[in-house]
Nanobody, 112 residues
């Protein structure tokens, strides 16, 4: 089965930055849209950001101006640059590629 692999999470202080990466064996340019979801401890998984195959991006209000979703077609990679991190950004982050299985996610912990 085709896998989705997220990486780049870790422990960071509030105000810090992290860049998450997402990779898959499928050609990412073929997908109309790819998403990042976040699941805080004990809460549901929510949509954080979306990128279209035209590189148009949309963000949840809670991360607008702080997160940037991008893709590198040459490397077949997706990235979520997260700046000015807050404690509420803590959670497991998932790269969602429609039609493929969910990955294991990558844990982001922001200490206040």
């Amino acid at each position: 089965q085709v896998q989705v692999l997220e990486s780049g999470g870790g422990l960071v202080q509030a105000g810090g930055s992290l860049t998450l990466s997402c990779s898959t064996s499928r050609e990412i340019g073929r997908f109309k849209a790819i998403h990042w979801y976040r699941q805080p401890p004990g809460k549901q998984r929510d949509l954080v950001a979306t990128i279209s195959n035209h590189d148009e991006t949309n963000y949840a209000d809670s991360v607008k101006g702080r997160f940037t979703f991008s893709r590198d077609l040459g490397k077949n990679m997706l990235y979520l640059q997260m700046n000015s991190l807050k404690h509420d950004d803590t959670g497991v982050y998932y790269c969602r590629i429609p039609g493929l299985n969910w990955g294991q996610g990558t844990q982001v912990t922001v200490s206040s």
